[in-house]
Antibody, heavy 120, light 107 residues
Framework: EVQLVESGGGLVQPGGSLRLSCAAS????????MTWVRQAPGKGLEWVSA????????YYADSVKGRFTISRDKAKNTLYLQMNSLRAEDTAVYYC?????????????WGRGTTVTVSS | DIQMTQSPSTLSASVGDRVTITCRAS??????LAWYQQKPGKAPNLLIY???SLERGVPSRFSGSGSGTEFTLTISSLQPDDFATYYC?????????FGGGTKVEIK
């Protein structure tokens, strides 16, 4: 069974950092692009970042470019999102999702999400 | 970036109704469009990809159509399990974007 489990969320002060993880199982990790999508309380879905299957190509929304870094560890079957210089508007549930292809297109499997709260 | 606009933002319907949701792109995206369903407190679930291809396991009452800049998601006969929020997402470019969502409520 394909499964994605996010972790690493929590409460952080503005300007702080947090690293999210997404443990993947049930599929060949390096054959699929991976994506982070977030959802602020009561709001819609917002694409955050994506990474190709090889890890050689990364993509970011303008709202997080220069502050967030996406990466993946093939040996650990794990996706990461390093979040720096956090702002109140980064408060959201963060979902990791799997793409059917090696490049990011759409998401066919989603994790349950991890909550990030940025507040003093 | 490509902007995606959904309409309506909220839709009230009854069980058995035919429901149509529209998604418009700010520029042509060919057929590179996906639809998702999300229920409160849950992760989104893929319904449709490449504008009209039904994801495995999704009931056939869901269908998608369109190309270029205008797309629709249709539920042929609304079921109790279908009351949820629906999102479109374009993947014409690697800067992916979602529509604002359409909430389907019970009338």
């Amino acid at each position: 069974e394909v499964q994605l489990v996010e972790s690493g969320g929590g409460l952080v002060q503005p300007g702080g950092s947090l690293r999210l993880s997404c443990a993947a199982s049930g599929f060949t990790f390096s054959n699929h692009a991976m994506t982070w999508v977030r959802q602020a309380p009561g709001k819609g879905l917002e694409w955050v970042s994506a990474i190709s299957g090889s890890g050689g190509s990364t993509y970011y929304a303008d709202s997080v470019k220069g502050r967030f870094t996406i990466s993946r560890d093939k040996a650990k079957n794990t996706l990461y999102l390093q979040m720096n210089s956090l702002r109140a508007e980064d408060t959201a549930v963060y979902y990791c999702a799997k793409d059917p292809y090696v490049d990011p297109y759409y998401m066919d499997v989603w994790g349950r999400g991890t909550t990030v709260t940025v507040s003093s | 970036d490509i902007q995606m606009t959904q309409s309506p933002s909220t839709l009230s319907a009854s069980v058995g109704d035919r429901v149509t949701i529209t998604c418009r792109a700010s520029q042509s995206i060919s057929r590179w469009l996906a639809w998702y369903q999300q229920k409160p407190g849950k992760a989104p679930n893929l319904l449709i990809y490449k504008a009209s291809s039904l994801e495995r396991g999704v009931p056939s009452r869901f269908s998608g159509s369109g190309s270029g800049t205008e797309f629709t998601l249709t539920i042929s006969s609304l079921q109790p399990d279908d009351f949820a929020t629906y999102y479109c997402q374009q993947y014409n470019s690697y800067s992916l974007t979602f529509g604002g969502g359409t909430k389907v409520e019970i009338k």
